[in-house]
């Protein structure tokens, strides 16, 4: 299988020298960090704005700091002027990223002129993003790929009372990044969308002074402390900017041997002008550090698979992994490599080897930063030809070591304000046939998510879930040769993999933990994120 890293130069430095990437609403707030994000990491920036002055102030602060930037007067709902402003860009290079997002301030009066409203939000979000579509596909396609990242807002999902159009708008965002992520398939072009809740812009200034004259700062900390996430209610821009890269390159991964100094890329210092009620925009210089130098990470199954990919990214991070498994000579076999990394041996087949694993991997440093649940095994028991007895031992294997670790590890996480991460299945979504047990565990977890979190935001500490789809690990190759033909059938699952029709690869998956656990990841909790190739989102064959 190919392996493909992310673009480093010979430093060992992210960079993207030689790429075009165009930000729409680029002239302000989210589009304006993203755009300086872009810049510093070496791309020709062009930023399309309704508003030319705020573009142009963006493109000229850029060029003064030695980036390359280019300002557009664009109304991305006139396909003349998306059509014209696609042109006068590829005239003068490749486009390979694009970030779009419709600047509309969303008109809290319902009844009046609705019909009027709503037009204009279709008019802004979806014709535009529509007509957007369009004219960077025919660009991409032509050079041979590229990447496009949508921003919608939970509203599309959720919902947002008395704000009809824009929640509708949104939601169709969302629905057309998956539509079009299958559409650009072939042509090596990917597709994702980032849906942001409560985050700190000038247009949140503008909306409360609008409709609260004098109580700005009042409603502003009202919105923040109605938030699950109490203890981040405010999220700056550059937060949200923090997670374009992970979302833009190509496959995001560790590289073995890299040095921990050297991160995986170079963000941009993002400046913004202080607001009157105190939220201070996060500002980055150089590397992108995940700070999680020292942090003690403790991961289940972490010997081999998914678990070891995660214990070398930790490594390379400079944090101090737990390595807990039963598998002895494979345990043996990697710790030799890592540094400073710590050894468990459990089971974890009961709650008192879990206590125990706990107290053994805290022993040393006294803390813990971060839990991975990560052990388990797709061990094929069925709902026709197996036993209850059976199934209840999958759940034993699959989904009980889940609670007891994070029971155990939960006095020390609310001291560390640390994090968990559980590694889900898109069986869980997808079924399977013949997985009862490992696929209602996989369910369990992804509900155990959002529950720890809801629990667990009060005391800061955030829980993420991933749901891998096709991984190439040692027990995956196991139940391959189960079969037959095993490469028969690993080429007819390789066909159903909608991106580049190739397995995910182990550092991929590690690559979006260690990013979850990390500082880079402050304001992200309850979700389920999906690395898989677009396996269970687009459209695909029952497996």
């Not at 402003?85 to 779009?100: E, L, P, V, Y």
């Not at 209840?392 to 009980?400: C, G, I, M, T």
């Not at 079924?431 to 935001?457: F, H, M, P, V």
Request: aromatic content about 6%; charged content about 25%; hydrophobic content about 40%.
């Amino acid at each position: 299988m190919e392996t493909r890293c992310l673009p480093l130069n010979a430093q060992g430095e992210f960079r993207l020298d030689g790429k075009t990437a165009i930000i729409t609403g680029g002239g302000s707030d989210i589009g304006r960090a993203i755009a300086l994000m872009f810049a510093a990491s070496g791309a020709a920036v062009r930023i399309l704005d309704v508003n030319l002055n705020d573009a142009e102030s963006i493109a000229k602060e850029i060029t003064a700091a030695g980036g390359s930037a280019s300002a557009y007067a664009c109304d991305v709902g006139n396909q003349k002027e998306v059509t014209s402003a696609f042109g006068s860009i590829a005239q003068r290079g490749r486009i390979r990223h694009s970030r779009q997002q419709c600047r509309h301030l969303p008109d809290r009066k319902r009844r009046s002129h609705a019909r009027r409203r709503l037009r204009s939000h279709h008019v802004c979000e979806r014709e535009g993003l529509l007509q957007l579509h369009s004219c960077q596909h025919r660009h991409m396609k032509g050079q041979g790929g590229g990447s496009v990242l949508n921003i919608a807002s939970v509203a599309g999902s959720a919902g947002v009372a008395d704000r009809f159009g824009y929640s509708t708008s949104k939601g169709a965002i969302i629905a057309m990044t998956y539509s079009v992520a299958r559409d650009y398939l072939a042509h090596n072009i990917r597709c994702n969308c980032i849906s942001p809740a409560r985050v700190h812009t000038s247009f949140v200034d503008g909306y409360l002074k609008k409709n609260y004259p004098g109580r700005e700062k009042e409603m502003y900390e009202r919105a923040g402390k109605s938030a699950a996430y109490r203890t981040h209610g405010k999220t700056g821009r550059s937060r949200l900017a923090g997670i374009i890269p992970v979302l833009r390159c190509g496959r995001v991964y560790h590289r073995y041997g890299l040095h921990p100094r050297r991160r995986l890329y170079e963000i941009a210092r993002v400046s913004a002008t202080k607001v009157a009620y105190d939220v201070r925009p996060t500002t980055y210089g150089g590397f992108m550090d995940l700070e999680l130098k020292n942090k003690v990470v403790l991961v289940t199954g972490g010997a081999k698979g998914i678990g070891a990919a995660i214990v070398r990214g930790a490594a390379a991070e400079g944090a101090i992994p737990d390595i807990v498994d039963k598998d002895v000579k494979a345990r043996n076999a990697l710790h030799p490599q890592l540094s400073g990394s710590e050894l468990v041996i459990a089971d974890l087949s009961s709650p008192e080897s879990c206590d125990a694993a706990i107290d053994h991997a805290t022993r040393k440093f006294n803390r813990l930063d971060a839990l991975v649940n990560n052990a388990g095994v797709n061990d094929k028991i069925g709902l026709e030809y197996d036993t209850p007895q059976k199934y209840v031992e999958s759940l034993e294997r699959n989904l009980l070591h889940y609670y007891n670790m994070a029971h155990f590890a939960l006095p020390h996480l609310k001291k560390s304000r640390g994090s968990i991460v559980n590694i889900a299945s898109k069986t869980a979504l997808t079924g399977q046939g013949g997985t009862s047990g490992y696929a209602s565990a996989k369910g369990a977890i992804l509900a155990l998510t959002r529950e720890w979190a809801a629990e667990l935001a009060d005391y800061g500490i955030r829980v993420n879930a991933i749901v891998p789809a096709e991984v190439m690990t040692p027990l995956y190759q196991q139940w391959l040769d189960t079969f037959p033909e095993p490469q028969e059938k690993l080429k007819s699952i390789l066909a159903k993999i909608p991106l580049e029709k190739r397995m995910t690869a182990p550092e991929e998956i590690a690559a979006m933990v260690l990013f979850l656990l990390s500082a880079r990841a402050p304001h992200i909790t309850a979700q389920h994120t999906f690395v898989d190739g677009g396996y269970v989102h687009l459209d695909r064959a029952l497996t």
